[in-house]
C-alpha cells in the first residue's frame, strides 16, 4: 500500500507564486516516475509535470518557463514550483507515483486558486 500526500495549495494573487509539494510513504519499490496532474472545473484532468527517476523531466506547454518539478528521490517527495500564476492554473492538483510495474497511485489532492 502506497500513500501520497500532498500539501502547499491555497489561494493567490494572479503573478503570485506557490509550492506544492508530495510525499510518498508505505511499500514502495521501483518508483519509475512522481508527477501533478490537475483538473479544473468541467475539464478533464491533465498532466502538468513528470519527473523520471533519472530526472527527466516532462512539463505541459501551458506551464513551460513558469513551474519547475523537483524530486528528491531519497525521500520520495516531488516538489512543485508554481511562478507566474495565472487564473486559468486555478484547478485540484494531484500527485501521482508510477511503478516500473505501470501500477499507479494518486493523492487526494490540494486546492489551487488564482484569483485576484
Known amino acids: 500500500q502506497v500513500q501520497l500526500v500532498e500539501s502547499g495549495g491555497g489561494l493567490v494573487q494572479p503573478g503570485g507564486s506557490l509550492r506544492l509539494s508530495c510525499a510518498a510513504s508505505?511499500?514502495?519499490?521501483?518508483?519509475?516516475?512522481m508527477g501533478w496532474y490537475r483538473q479544473a472545473p468541467g475539464k478533464q484532468r491533465e498532466l502538468v509535470a513528470e519527473?523520471?527517476?533519472?530526472?527527466?523531466?516532462h512539463y505541459v506547454d501551458s506551464v513551460k518557463g513558469r513551474f519547475t518539478i523537483s524530486r528528491d528521490n531519497a525521500k520520495n517527495t516531488v516538489d512543485l514550483q508554481m511562478n507566474s500564476l495565472k487564473a486559468e492554473d486555478t484547478a485540484i492538483y494531484y500527485c501521482?507515483?508510477?511503478?516500473?510495474?505501470?501500477?499507479?497511485?494518486w493523492g487526494q489532492g490540494t486546492q489551487v486558486t488564482v484569483s485576484s
Open positions: 501521482r507515483l508510477r511503478a516500473a510495474d505501470y501500477t499507479y497511485y
Open positions: 508505505g511499500s514502495i519499490r521501483n518508483i519509475y516516475a
Open positions: 519527473i523520471t527517476s533519472g530526472g527527466s523531466t
